[in-house]
């Protein structure tokens, strides 16, 4: 079930383009989960897709973690927003590989694409629960392309040991979860 093969950070040109924001719009999928003064975790952030979005929603008064196991994709995103008041918001953070490493907690947490590369799921969801406020919401989404059907259902029988769970957005080429503290 668990693919421990990473992305490469040299794919994250594709994964950052604008062509994938018509598909993948980052304040449509967003923007009903998020609000101003938020502290929120974008975990597998890559090259910031979403990350930058996340800080703006959440405005001056909210902070966005972005934390990803490749520094080299911690690397774009602080190239992005050097200079900007986005430094202010968005604090990186490196993940190791059999861990997060945080122990905030967070309004909302985004898992995009990358919960089919943790070695130990029921590991990271436990994690997850414990970074996640009580009244907090946390968004995974896999690929259709990489996850079958099957596999993600199995990772949502290990996700209600920790979470209730309910149908997500509509994400392009995507299946999609919404959970929340049980």
Do not use: W
């Amino acid at each position: 079930m668990a693919n421990t093969d990473v992305c490469s950070y040299k794919m994250a040109g594709f994964f950052d383009s604008k062509i994938r924001k018509l598909f993948q719009n980052p304040e449509k999928i967003l923007s009903p989960y998020i609000n101003k003064g938020m502290t929120v975790l974008d975990l597998g952030c890559g090259p910031g897709f979403f990350t930058i979005e996340m800080a703006k929603i959440v405005g001056e008064t909210g902070k966005v973690v972005g934390a990803d196991l490749q520094e080299e994709m911690l690397s774009k995103v602080k190239s992005k927003i050097q200079g900007t008041n986005l430094e202010d918001i968005i604090e990186l953070h490196n993940t190791q590989k059999d861990s997060i490493g945080l122990n905030e907690k967070f309004d909302f947490i985004l898992v995009f694409y990358m919960l089919h590369e943790v070695p130990n799921q029921d590991k990271t969801l436990k994690e997850l629960h414990d970074l996640l406020n009580n009244q907090g919401k946390l968004l995974i989404v896999e690929p259709k392309g990489h996850v079958s059907k099957k596999d993600f259902e199995k990772s949502i029988s290990l996700m209600k040991q920790y979470f209730k769970t309910f149908e997500g957005p509509k994400v392009f080429y995507s299946y999609s979860v919404i959970l929340e503290k049980m």
